[in-house]
């Protein structure tokens, strides 16, 4: 995620499908990332710092802002620099990374018009870890990714207009572009050779959006617009090879070029129909059309010209049901369609210390997802659980070359169409307020089970663990006459997770254990209108050693994690 958390105001998680207004990535809900905006005063200003004791790095944010007669503004700045990850197994080596931004947020209302500017750049670098049995194991004798940049530049452009005539309640637009370069390296060496690969992609991309809200007709409410997306990939991989055994692979350089590009075009409508007081049924349809072309390619296995093209009418039906002020139940039902990205047909990625090789070949991805939930908001009680199961076909992943793919390194991956994915769980948020001295209880957790049909076989083990989530309990108040005062003791863990994938030496090619930490978040807000904040984290306060599903290296130690944000 190329966004500096210091730029983030809030986030927003909306519940229930959301595909037809945000595309199939919304299927189960839609997560926003509220950047900050303008102020309220003539100037403002935000100073921020943070220490985290885990990589002896820091994070730096400073702000000014405000309101000069109508118009908003925000200019900001931020900065990390992080080390090596400490961890109970030792320092993990080649974990060090650093980044820095700057954002700038003009706004200006007119009349029942808005309109608004966002400028945001983005530049990172780092290292990338890698696993001492992947060094080691034959024929490799050293293996070393590094990421020196990743950057990326964005306008954004948005307006607003509130007619509230007798058709149109409001009309929407929005507009960007952006630029992302990438330079990633690895250095391999092998009993026979050794080889430095360089990487360098830049991604353009050009979107917009605009939407009609209309005016509620009878108990029907429309929504209607059409997003334009388009993507274009220009990369190149100098390939350097130095061999002691001509034979097995020749010394010498090679530049492999890869230029494409994708179009889409999206029309969607939704309609909210109150049915009842106490009943609502939410039902759209969201129409795609996608074209994709291969400029230009070196590689022997990729023919430039068109891709497939495609197009995809996919629906969604929900419904909300009051049963009371505090009790809703809600059902969805929701299609799914996912077009394969630039990076699946064209340019390829690194995944961890693993570079994935394109497939222009590859098939869209369908799904069809089912979601039941249940909310409860009571004085002292709340509770929101969903159970889902969702269902896809020409599931995208990646799996290790074979030699019929003829991929350029030892260990590459290539992206495939591998078959069909089942998925099933429930997902749980519990908040008990009722207990005396502001404690309050709560627990976040997942179940989830996920299946992978690939064409030899099917399996439950695709690294998803059973269970995970937090538990904790949390309190608010006075403490020795000192106001605002907040903790945070909470557990946070998953169980174990296995992985099989084929075309490996193994079945099991990756277990995980389960594992839980113990943490203490505190903090403090003083000052006038409580404008300071001090906040202070204890993680892993038992200096457990464990590996998180996602990733390929141990959590960090026994750490401490602090920032304090100043406001003028």
Known sequence: LTL??????????????????????????????????????????????????????????????????????RLAGTMSDHDDRSTPAGSMENTAYDNDGIYFYAGYGFASQRLEYTYEEYKSSSNVYV??????????????????????????????WELDNDWLQGFSANAYRQQSDRHFYTYTETVWYSRDINSYSTLDTDGALAQWDFQPLGNHRLIAGVQYLYDEV???????????????????????????????????????????????????????????????????????????????????????WSASESARLRANVSQGYVYPSLTQLATGAYAGSNFVNPDAGLDPETSMNYELGVRLQGNILTLDTVAFYTRSRDYIHHLPCTPEDDCPGSRDRLYQNVGKSEGHGVELYLVYGGLP????????????????????????????????????????????????????????????????????????????????????????????????????????LADKKYIASTENLYGAERSVAMKLSLNW
Request: hydrophobic share 35%.
């Open 234 to 320: 220009d990369q190149n991989r100098h390939v350097d090879t130095d061999s002691w055994t001509p034979p097995i692979a020749p010394s010498g350089v090679e530049v492999i070029h890869d230029k494409a590009n994708t179009q889409t075009w999206a029309l969607f409508l939704q309609d909210q129909w109150e049915v009842s007081d106490r009943l609502s049924l939410t039902a759209g349809l969201r129409q795609y059309y996608v074209e994709g072309k291969l400029d230009d390619t070196d590689r022997e296995s990729l023919e430039p010209g068109k891709l497939d093209s495609d197009d995809e009418l996919i629906g969604s039906l929900g419904l909300v």
């Open 4 to 73: 500096q958390p210091a730029m983030v105001e809030r986030v927003e998680v909306m519940r229930g499908s959301g595909s037809v207004l945000y595309g199939s990535r919304a299927l189960s809900g839609v997560v926003n990332f509220i950047t900050r905006k303008g102020g309220t005063e003539p100037l403002q200003v935000t100073v921020e710092g943070g220490y985290d004791s885990a990589t002896d790095g820091y994070n730096a944010f400073a702000s000014l802002y405000g309101n000069i007669d109508g118009l908003e503004y």
């Open 131 to 160: 696993e001492d049995k992947v060094k080691n194991t034959y024929p490799l004798t050293d293996f070393y990714v590094e990421s020196p940049r990743r950057d990326r530049d964005k306008h954004g452009l948005f307006y607003r």
């Open 437 to 540: 001295a502001n404690l309050e209880p709560y627990t976040s957790l997942t179940w989830m089970k996920r299946k992978i049909e690939y064409q030899a076989f099917s399996t439950w083990d695709t690294a998803v663990p059973d269970i995970s989530g937090r538990l904790g309990l949390r309190w608010q108040g006075t403490l020795l006459a000192v106001p605002n005062l907040w903790a945070d003791l909470y557990l946070r863990g998953e169980s174990s997770s296995d992985l099989k994938e084929p075309g490996t030496s193994r079945d099991v090619i990756e277990d995980k254990g389960g594992w839980g930490t113990i943490n203490l978040s505190s903090g403090v807000e003083f000052g006038r209108d409580n404008a300071y904040r001090l906040t202070l984290n204890l993680l892993n």
